[in-house]
C-alpha cells in the first residue's frame, strides 16, 4: 500500500462509489468524508454500498461550505483515519467525489515510489500568486472572516471595509509564512503527520479559522515548516476560467484529458459516461504517459477563455453582454454613415449604390420606420422596419444589421430628425467611417411650404440636435473615420470629397468619377439664412453663404452632372 486516496464527496455518490472501487481494486485503500450537510438516508445508503470493500473507510464528518474552515476540517479527519487505519501508506492523495483517475494506478504508484520524500503541494506566497481571482491576497491573512463570502456577501465585504478603516491587522503566527495553492495534494505520512500532530497545531488552526478561503492555505503554508523535498504544483488536473470558477469535464474532453498525462481530474460531469466507462478500465493496454503535464493543454484553455470573454467580432453573447467595453470589435464590418448628402444631392443615393457597388439605404433611424434599401419592409436576420422593435435597442439593431448582411458594405443616411441614431456608439466603432455636410438639414426646410414662425422654430431645434452629433463625432473618444464639411465649403469644390468617399468604400481597384449625383437648386438659400438671421436665429453650422444673388450665382455649381476632363 503506497498511496492512501482521501475524496471529499458531498454529491454524485453513485460516480462517487464507481471511482472508490477503482481504487481499492488495484491496491490503494481510501478514506471517505461526506459532507455532513447531507440527509442521513443518502448518507446511510453511500455506507451501505460500500460495505463489501474492505479498504474503505468513512471519517468524523464536517459541513463544508465554499471558503469555510470545513473543507479543512475534514481533509484533516480524513487524513488522521488513513495514517491510524492503514499504517504501511506513504503518500495521502486529496481528492474530491468529483475527481476522476486518469492513468493506470500502478503508475502513480510507480511514480510516488520512485519518490518517497516528495511532497506535491502547490505553495507559493502571496506575491508571486497571479490567480486569485475577484479576492484578497494579503488581506485574507491579516483580517477577519466570520461571515460567508458566497451566503452574506453583503456583510463580508462591510465587515472587510469596517477593518480596513480601522486598520485592523490579525498577528500571524510565529514562524509561519502564508502560503497559497491549489487544494488538491498528495503529501507524504511524515509531512502529514507532522502537521496533524503538532504541539502547536491548536494555535495554528485557531488562526486559519478566520482566513480567508483556508483549504487554499492551510496546508499550504504548514507545509513549509515540516517538509524536506516540496515539489510546488499539484498532480489533479484542476482548471479554472478566468472568474474564478472551475472548468468542468465534459464527454467531449475526452481527448483533451489524455493529452494532459496527469493523474487525476476534476471536476468531471457525473453525466459524462464516455470519460468514466474510458478511463476506469483495466490497465492492460493502457497508453503509457509521460510526466503530469497539465500545461500541455493550457492553450485550448486559453483559447476557451478567450472566446467566453472576448466572443466573435461584432457579436453579443451571454458571458460578456451587457458589459459595456467587452465587445471583441462593437461590428463585425465596415459600414459607412452619410449626414446631409440625400438633402443636398437629388440623387445621391442611387448614384452611391451604382459607384461602390454597396447597399445603401435611407435614413435608417427616421423617426418614421427604418428606411431599408428598395423599401424593404424586413431585412435579412428578420429585421423589421418598425421604429418601435428598432428603438428598443438601436445599438443591438445595428449590430445585427452588419452582422447579417456580412460580405457586403451597409451604408446609410442619418441626420439631427434621427433621434434615436446611436451617434456616441458610430463615434467610439472603428468599422465606422463617417461624412457629414453639417447645416444640410437647411434645404428641406428652404424648400419646404412652411410658415416662417415654424421654419425658424425647427431650424433652431435641428440645429442644436446637429451640434450634439458633431459634438459626439469630434471627441477625443471618438475612433471612427470621421470627415465633417460645412454646407458653403462642400459646394465650392464637391468632387474631392466624393472622390475620397468613394476611393475608402469602393474595390481595390478604384477610378476617378466621371459623374457626380445632381445638386439640388439652392438659388435664394443664402438668403433664406439671412432671414432666419433677421428672426433672431443664427444658423452658423452652413458655415458662411453670401446673401447676395450675384454672388450666389458665382457659387452655384452647375445643374448637369460633373465631368472630369
Given at each position: 500500500m503506497s498511496v492512501g486516496i482521501l475524496m471529499l464527496v458531498h454529491t454524485a455518490f453513485g460516480r462517487a462509489e464507481q471511482v472508490?472501487?477503482?481504487?481499492?481494486?488495484?491496491?490503494?485503500?481510501?478514506?471517505?468524508?461526506v459532507d455532513s450537510s447531507v440527509k442521513p438516508k443518502h448518507y446511510k445508503k453511500f455506507v451501505k454500498a460500500l460495505e463489501d470493500v474492505p479498504d474503505v473507510r468513512f471519517c468524523k464528518r464536517h459541513k463544508c461550505e465554499w471558503g469555510?474552515?470545513?473543507?479543512?476540517?475534514?481533509?484533516q479527519s480524513a487524513g488522521e483515519t488513513m495514517l491510524a487505519e492503514f499504517p504501511d501508506v506513504r503518500h495521502i492523495y486529496l481528492s474530491s467525489g468529483s475527481c476522476l483517475?486518469?492513468?493506470p494506478v500502478q503508475e502513480l504508484q510507480d511514480y510516488l515510489k520512485a519518490r518517497p520524500r516528495t511532497d506535491f503541494i502547490e505553495s507559493a506566497t502571496t506575491a508571486d500568486v497571479p490567480w486569485t481571482v475577484g479576492g484578497l491576497d494579503a488581506e485574507r491573512f491579516t483580517l477577519h472572516?466570520?461571515?460567508?463570502?458566497?451566503?452574506?456577501?453583503f456583510l463580508f465585504d462591510k465587515w472587510v471595509d469596517i477593518q480596513r478603516f480601522l486598520r485592523v491587522k490579525r498577528k500571524i503566527p510565529n514562524g509561519v509564512v502564508p502560503h497559497m495553492g491549489s487544494q488538491w495534494w498528495c503529501l507524504t505520512r511524515q509531512t502529514l503527520s507532522a502537521i496533524l500532530q503538532d504541539p502547536?497545531?491548536?494555535?495554528?488552526?485557531?488562526?486559519?479559522?478566520?482566513?480567508?478561503?483556508?483549504?487554499?492555505?492551510?496546508?499550504?503554508t504548514l507545509v513549509r515548516l515540516y517538509s524536506s523535498n516540496i515539489e510546488s504544483r499539484s498532480l489533479t488536473l484542476s482548471k479554472f476560467d478566468f472568474q474564478g470558477k472551475p472548468h468542468i469535464f465534459y464527454d467531449d474532453h475526452l481527448q483533451l484529458l489524455r493529452r494532459s498525462d496527469c493523474f487525476v481530474a476534476r471536476k468531471i460531469w457525473p453525466h459524462a459516461n464516455r470519460l468514466y466507462d474510458g478511463f476506469l478500465r483495466s490497465p492492460e493496454g493502457a497508453i503509457k504517459m509521460s510526466e503530469p503535464n497539465p500545461a500541455k493543454i493550457d492553450r485550448i484553455f486559453a483559447k476557451a477563455v478567450e472566446r467566453r470573454t472576448k466572443g466573435r467580432t461584432g457579436l453579443y453573447m451571454q458571458s460578456r453582454?451587457?458589459?459595456?467595453?467587452?465587445?471583441?470589435?462593437?461590428?463585425?464590418?465596415r459600414y459607412s454613415i452619410f449626414q446631409g448628402f440625400t438633402e443636398l444631392f437629388e440623387d445621391f443615393e442611387p448614384w452611391l449604390a451604382r459607384a461602390t457597388g454597396s447597399r445603401v439605404h435611407g435614413h435608417l433611424f427616421a423617426p418614421e420606420r427604418a428606411e431599408f434599401e428598395g423599401g424593404q419592409r424586413v431585412i435579412n436576420g428578420a429585421l423589421s422596419d418598425a421604429p418601435k422593435n428598432r428603438d428598443y435597442n438601436s445599438i443591438a439593431f445595428l449590430t445585427n444589421l452588419i452582422w447579417n448582411t456580412r460580405g457586403e458594405r451597409q451604408c446609410f443616411q442619418t441626420g439631427p430628425?434621427?433621434?434615436?441614431a446611436p451617434v456616441w456608439f458610430f463615434a467610439k466603432d472603428p468599422n465606422a467611417q463617417v461624412s457629414v455636410i453639417s447645416g444640410a438639414w437647411a434645404i428641406p426646410l428652404f424648400k419646404s411650404n412652411l410658415n416662417f414662425a415654424d421654419i425658424r422654430k425647427e431650424a433652431a431645434r435641428l440645429q442644436k440636435l446637429e451640434n450634439d452629433q458633431l459634438y459626439a463625432l469630434r471627441s477625443p473618444y471618438a475612433k471612427a473615420r470621421v470627415r465633417i464639411w460645412t454646407l458653403a465649403e462642400f459646394i465650392e469644390a464637391p468632387m474631392e470629397p466624393l472622390q475620397t468617399i468613394i476611393d475608402e468604400i469602393g474595390p481595390e481597384k478604384t477610378r476617378r468619377l466621371s459623374e457626380a449625383p445632381r445638386m439640388?437648386?439652392?438659388?435664394?438659400f443664402g438668403q433664406f439664412l439671412q432671414n432666419l438671421k433677421n428672426q433672431g436665429m443664427h444658423p452658423y453650422l452652413m458655415g458662411d453663404f453670401p446673401v447676395s444673388q450675384e454672388d450666389t450665382d458665382q457659387k452655384k455649381p452647375p445643374r448637369k452632372p460633373y465631368l472630369v476632363q
Open positions: 472508490a472501487r477503482h481504487w481499492t481494486k488495484y491496491g490503494c485503500p481510501v478514506v471517505i468524508h469555510d474552515w470545513g473543507l479543512v476540517a475534514a481533509s483517475p486518469l492513468r472572516f466570520p461571515f460567508s463570502w458566497k451566503k452574506h456577501r502547536d497545531r491548536e494555535t495554528f488552526d485557531r488562526y486559519f479559522k478566520r482566513v480567508w478561503i483556508p483549504d487554499e492555505s492551510y496546508f499550504q453582454y451587457p458589459n459595456e467595453g467587452w465587445e471583441n470589435g462593437m461590428t463585425f464590418g430628425r434621427d433621434e434615436g439640388t437648386d439652392l438659388t435664394g
